[in-house]
């Protein structure tokens, strides 16, 4: 990476959302563009760099949220009008500031994406989709799932129309007219488009897409069929894209890929290199990126990439250099210059400070009156919970206006908080009760016992001895008291932040079969205190996730629901147990949906109509707990359930080889863990360690590698044992045989691990 940008920041704005700022078009070529941005208080600002001072061009006044702004204008000619989308109106701003439009458009549901192509207008709200030319309905869409962003390629180039909408379901859904010409299928839920190079790029069909857990690609949408030309993989586990642009920032001649991603990550990637994206600069800011443009703002002459962040700043990261070579006299007047700017921010900075004791005296003031009345301060929190496929983990992102004070958890289901190494706030566990039988999360943070079993399972020994292990049939042995939650709480944890922390990431890994409900209680530094409450659903089948095909190939047990059911109903249920399903059902007389077990690779496809619902999956446990969650919802709705199933025995063999690789990896690195301790011990003690075998000496040499590993995954070993023995009791339960007994002959087995003895142990339970 040989490119240096120097940040300045220029403004700051209410709370904005994704693409909501851009830069007018310039006069001539590298001079200072405008910059023109919404926000949450409804105020379309636009302004301009003079002697380093950001000087408003015009602002409106407030109104409804401001969820997307395009520029937009007559085709083949500069593209300076500014149209913004709030609630369901559109409104056209000139750029000197003079409103030319008011269209209410009439939606039963909020505008969420738009694209502007001449007199062609594009709105997509949640599912609905609408085309609109010369302010008349032209076409009509609605999405199985929902619409995140729409664009369409560009008309003056291709002379026709075609619309592509990115969803939720990891598809781009490309148009013709109100229908779908075809479905192209990308790596992630796509979160933003662009065109290739600003124009579609050679052919005017290339599409830039990015994804909601980090992933690029260029996919040529031609009249036929797509082409994918290359795609980006997020191996450094960064945030998800929110906005990209292309703009030459290197100055080679070939216009740059900009990035912008939800945990403040900036990239430029370059494409001279036969076309292939090389990376040439990444900056990370505090908090994420909602719009990204490149152009000239500060300084003529000097490109920058600008951007626009949640809580409103526009900053730059511009070529301009920090120290100029210049010779005596211009650096006189710099110095001078730069004397008159400090004391002009240094007198802002004093009124500030007056106003605030003023404020607060005041303050202070009414609140002693016995008529004082209190209003709690409002504040925004952008907030997202999604499951990430590759550590079969839920990242939970909080991200408010202002810095976060502390941050409490609390769950009703077992989890595992995971490490974040960005996170540096300081994280403290408060016991349910001291009263009640051991829980999950308690154990999870409890010392080792040592004891047969101490290796695979967390132990704490009170007079009984408890063993826990992490399954969702909750399975004791030498256990007096019957299991029970206490006070509702599995977890309760408070992440005390840093000075000046706006943003905050956590990792929780769940349990399948135990379903209930995550809180984030978010308190920021602002007065008086107020504290706003966030719930995120932890489903059955939380560490499933939608995929596009399965192995039809793989032996599968078979679940079929029959009754008086509505389509509608039997889609809630999925929704209920599954993630990443659209909340209505989708257009059509039934639905099939695909699944895949981040943690074990197991599939579910899902069959649903009105009087139907045919689940299969190679795993029996999948089948159990979908029998389970389904038969006691549809008794609480007094709906009458016939139910059937068909059980391959085969499928049990077949999980157990998914899990192998998996366990023997986990049993292999908690050996090579315990090791480390002594061998460093012996190496301290010979000086040297020439003596020992080339595996121990490996051993030493990755330690740290190791250690860091093994504190990532808490529970990970315990976690595959709990799924062994649901496993286990799963097969022997839909034979209606208790084989809870057993289970401590299954540890005995597990404790020293041979896969031909487990699968022989299961033939013969």
Not at 356 to 368: D, K
Not at 397 to 426: F, R
Not at 441 to 458: D, E, G, I, N, Y
Not at 574 to 601: H, I, R
Request: with cysteine; net charge neutral.
């Amino acid at each position: 990476m040989d490119l240096n940008l120097n940040r300045a920041d220029y403004l700051q704005v209410g709370v904005t959302s994704q693409k909501t700022m851009k830069l007018l078009p310039a006069s001539r070529h590298r001079a200072t563009q405008k910059v023109v941005l919404g926000d949450h208080d409804g105020v379309v600002t636009c302004f301009g760099m003079k002697k380093g001072e950001a000087v408003a061009v015009f602002k409106t006044l407030p109104g409804q949220k401001i969820a997307r702004l395009e520029l937009g204008g007559v085709l083949n000619t500069p593209q300076e009008k500014i149209f913004v989308a709030s609630g369901s109106e559109i409104r056209g701003f000139t750029k000197r500031g003079k409103q030319f439009l008011s269209f209410e458009t009439n939606l039963t549901e909020s505008i969420k994406a738009m694209y502007v192509s001449g007199s062609d207008l594009f709105l997509s709200a949640s599912y609905i989709y609408n085309h609109y030319c010369d302010c008349k309905d032209q076409h009509y869409y609605l999405s199985g799932d929902r619409i995140n962003d729409v664009i369409c390629l560009p008309v003056e180039r291709l002379s026709r129309l075609t619309p592509v909408l990115a969803c939720q379901d990891r598809v781009l859904r490309v148009l013709q007219g109100s229908d779908v010409l075809y479905e192209v299928e990308v790596p992630g839920p796509p979160t933003a488009l662009a065109l290739h190079g600003g124009n579609g790029g050679d052919s005017g069909e290339d599409l830039l897409f990015g994804t909601s857990d980090g992933k690029l690609g260029i996919i040529q949408v031609t009249t036929a069929k797509p082409i994918h030309k290359w795609e980006i993989r997020n191996e450094r586990k960064r945030g998800g894209v929110l906005c990209v642009d292309s703009f030459d920032i290197v100055g080679d001649g070939v216009k740059d890929l900009l990035v912008g991603r939800d945990d403040g990550v900036v990239e430029v990637y370059s494409l001279h290199h036969a076309n292939e994206p090389v990376l040439k600069f990444d900056q990370a800011l505090s908090e994420s990126i909602t719009s990204i443009q490149g152009g000239c703002v500060g300084k003529d002459g000097y490109d920058e990439i600008v951007v626009s962040t949640y809580s409103g700043w526009v900053t730059g990261l511009t070529t301009e250099p920090v120290h100029r070579e210049s010779g005596p006299g211009e650096e006189l007047k710099i110095s001078q210059e730069m004397q008159n700017k400090i004391s002009s921010l240094r007198s802002e900075l004093e009124q500030l400070q007056y106003r605030v004791l003023q404020e607060r005296e005041r303050y202070q003031q009414a609140s002693q009156s016995s008529r004082a009345v209190f209003a709690v301060p409002s504040f925004s929190i952008n907030d997202k919970f999604t499951l990430n496929k590759d550590d079969a983990s839920y990242s939970l992102i909080l991200e408010v206006q202002t810095a976060i004070d502390n941050v409490l958890i609390q769950s009703d289901v077992p989890i595992d908080l995971l490490d974040v190494d960005k996170n540096s706030a300081v994280v403290s566990f408060s016991s349910c009760d001291s009263e009640a039988p051991l829980t999950p999360a308690r154990m999870a943070h409890l010392p080792f016992s040592a004891s047969r079993v101490a290796s695979h399972f967390q132990l704490c020994r009170t007079p009984p001895l408890e063993v826990f292990l992490r399954c969702r049939h909750r399975c004791v042995i030498s256990f007096s008291k019957p299991f029970k939650k206490s006070n509702d709480n599995f977890l309760l944890a408070t992440y005390r932040c840093q000075a000046n922390t706006t943003r905050l990431e956590l990792k929780i890994r769940s349990i399948e079969g135990q379903y209930g409900t995550l809180q984030a209680y978010v308190t920021p530094r602002i007065q008086p205190k107020t504290c706003q409450v966030r719930q995120y659903l932890i489903k059955p089948l939380s560490l499933h996730q939608r995929t596009h095909c399965i192995d039809h190939d793989r032996p599968v047990n078979t679940l079929t629901l029959t009754g008086q059911f509505s389509f509608a109903e039997v889609h809630s249920w999925v929704v209920f147990c599954l993630p990443e399903v659209p909340e209505k059902p989708p257009a059509g007389e039934s639905v099939t949906f695909y699944f895949q077990n981040t943690f074990l690779d197991t599939q579910l496809e899902s069959h649903c109509r009105k009087g139907e619902g045919v689940f299969k999956s190679d795993n029996i446990s999948t089948i159990s707990i979908l029998k389970d969650v389904l038969s006691k919802e549809a008794t609480k709705r007094k709906i009458n359930l016939n139910i059937s199933y068909e059980i391959n025995e085969v499928s049990v063999k077949h999980t157990l080889k998914l899990i192998h690789p998996k366990l023997e990896y986990q049993l292999l690195l908690a050996k090579k863990v315990q090791l480390i301790d002594a061998l460093k011990e012996l190496q301290i003690h010979e000086g040297n360690t020439n003596f020992l075998i080339p595996e121990y000496r490996c051993i030493l040499e990755e330690a740290d590698h190791l250690q860091e590993e093994y504190k990532k995954q808490p529970a990970h070993l315990e976690r595959l044992y709990g799924m062994i023995t649901d496993l286990f009791i799963d097969k022997f339960k839909f034979k209606g045989t208790n084989v809870k007994t057993k289970v401590p002959l299954l540890l005995e087995i597990l404790d020293s691990y041979d896969q031909n003895a487990l699968i022989a142990f299961f033939d013969a339970a």
